[in-house]
């Protein structure tokens, strides 16, 4: 191979090389460490035994649950959210559209911990919203304390956090949708929502599968939240896939049923995947 033949490999060889060490075989390391179990000084190979576990295992089963729970409750909603802030933003009509943006993106580059901690002073049970709440004569709500608000608790935080991040892509998408069509539709009398539904949002269906799948990893991967806000509880009601990976990592050492439960959040995410792209209807 001559020099000019090999000079591509030499500028990509750092890239493969970084990839290989940090990525590829951490993969490979942890299909593996999922098949065995530490005894005696060693690792010993145990087949299926940390899967079959976690069918027998009530923390998994809770865990999977709530991070169900949460998923339902916030991705769909987080998303109309930023489907309708962005056709606001998109307005001709609309005056600074600048400061409404960026104002509506910062929570997207504000830190997880900063923001978890910050949304863990607000709700708690003498915090700043209690505090509004009984001003106005109504009882405080046990945001942290109770099962039910501690899921709705990282709900809040999450919507509030990603919904800036959606919005801007779905931003950058409306505006590829030619004006023409809603010109045309005005002329049909078809109003705002019907337009909404009939064009906006057909129009944005891959953008919206885009986000749904992202939303998805992201949720099925949740950890920050419930660990910074109520660390997994109260009574485990709030542990989630993604926490559940940690304790039993680093907190249990348990790496192979630790590296167990990653591959189910592996495969969830592949089946809610394909199944979003069923439902979208898309043939690629």
Do not use: C
Request: glycine residues 6%; aromatic residues 16%; charged residues 10%.
């Amino acid at each position: 191979m001559n020099r000019s033949k090999a000079t591509p490999y030499i500028f990509l060889a750092p890239a493969v090389i970084l990839f290989l060490l940090f990525t590829a075989y951490p993969i490979l390391a942890s299909i593996v460490l999922s098949f065995q179990r530490f005894e005696g000084g060693s690792y010993v190979f145990t087949g299926f035994d940390n899967y079959i576990r976690l069918i027998h295992d009530s923390i998994f089963q809770t865990a999977l649950l709530n991070t169900f729970i949460i998923f339902i409750l916030q991705v769909p909603f987080m998303l109309l959210l930023s489907m309708i802030l962005a056709n606001v933003l998109n307005s001709q009509l609309l005056r600074l559209k600048g400061f409404f943006r960026v104002s509506f993106f910062l929570p997207a580059v504000t830190s997880l911990v900063a923001y978890s901690l910050l949304f863990s002073v607000l709700l708690q049970d003498n915090g700043l919203i209690n505090e509004v709440i009984t001003t106005f004569g109504m009882s405080a709500i046990p945001w942290l304390t109770d099962g039910t608000w501690a899921k709705i608790s990282i709900v809040l935080a999450m919507t509030w956090r990603w919904t800036g991040y959606n919005m801007i892509i779905y931003l950058a998408a409306l505006q590829n949708i030619p004006h023409e069509m809603y010109e045309a539709a005005k002329m049909d009398g078809a109003g705002r929502i019907r337009q909404f539904f009939s064009i906006t949002v057909p129009s944005l269906k891959p953008v919206i599968l885009f986000t749904g799948i992202l939303s998805t990893i992201g949720t099925l991967q949740l950890f920050d939240e419930p660990f910074n806000l109520t660390s997994g509880g109260p009574a485990n009601s709030t542990m989630t896939l993604g926490l559940y990976i940690y304790e039993n990592g680093f907190e249990y050492f348990d790496f192979n049923y630790a590296s167990a439960v990653a591959y189910v959040v592996v495969m969830l995410v592949a089946v809610l995947s394909i199944l979003q792209f069923k439902l979208t209807g898309d043939k690629s």
